[in-house]
């Protein structure tokens, strides 16, 4: 994999432009530019959706009478929790979460206490209604905020912070991010670059996407016969 500098070089050639040297040389226009682009492409990436690159998993371990666990305690480089996947480890009980405003304040001070486990996240915290058991595993998928590596150690970055950092992302993909937005940045023609870089942006986090089984029988499908059930105990 290139690096990010090599990525910029790259396209200062195509761009027939010159070349960066040192991304983080402030007293150069040019390399300065290109650090502001490659930073702006690298986080639209991550923000755009839920990459299987990105996607980990975290385990909370639940304390007698607490009900907020601080997310940055958990996991350090959480972006964002990935939707119906917090479940009780210990067994086949899913948490109910997250759920609305409107549901926490109903939940709270209008419906008498059950055994479900419920849950929000605020303040970048994962709030639960009431206190969960002692001694739960609870895990849970989520999206890292990763956005290159370190090109000696492999650990992962939420920014770039040296010129040999290597994108997450794909290569290609993050050219042609950058491409157009040097050129949007200099005042000059963009949109081919932008129409070729969304085109690829869709096939590659297309091909990333878990897929299922599509039914092929014809006639309507009841949920439940196939095992597709939300936020509610599974037997």
Request: proline share 4%; hydrophobic share 35%; charged share 25%.
């Amino acid at each position: 994999m290139s690096s990010i500098l090599e990525i910029c070089q790259d396209v200062a050639d195509l761009a027939t432009t010159q070349r960066p040297n040192d991304l983080f040389d402030s007293g150069s226009q040019q390399n300065s530019t290109f650090l502001s682009v490659a930073k702006d492409t690298l986080d639209s990436l991550m923000r755009y959706g839920d990459w299987q690159d990105l996607t980990k998993e975290a385990e909370i371990l639940t304390v007698a009478n607490k009900t907020v666990y601080p997310i940055n305690n958990i996991v350090p480089d959480f972006y964002c929790i990935l939707n119906n996947t917090i479940y009780v480890k210990d067994g086949l009980e899913q948490v109910i979460g997250a759920i609305t405003p409107e549901q926490w304040m109903r939940e709270k001070y209008f419906n008498c206490p059950d055994a479900d486990i419920k849950f929000k996240i605020q303040n970048n915290a994962i709030r639960f209604l009431t206190p969960p058991p002692c001694g739960l595993r609870i895990v849970f998928q989520y999206r890292s905020n990763a956005v290159c590596v370190d090109d000696k150690t492999y650990e992962e970055k939420p920014r770039i912070t040296k010129n040999s950092d290597i994108p997450i992302f794909d290569e290609h993909l993050v050219k042609l991010g950058i491409a157009w937005r040097w050129n949007r940045r200099n005042g000059m023609a963009y949109e081919e670059e932008f129409n070729d870089y969304e085109r690829e942006l869709h096939k590659k986090f297309g091909t990333g996407l878990a897929t299922e089984d599509i039914h092929l029988g014809g006639g309507d499908i009841d949920l439940t016969d196939v095992g597709v059930v939300i936020n509610v105990k599974t037997s």
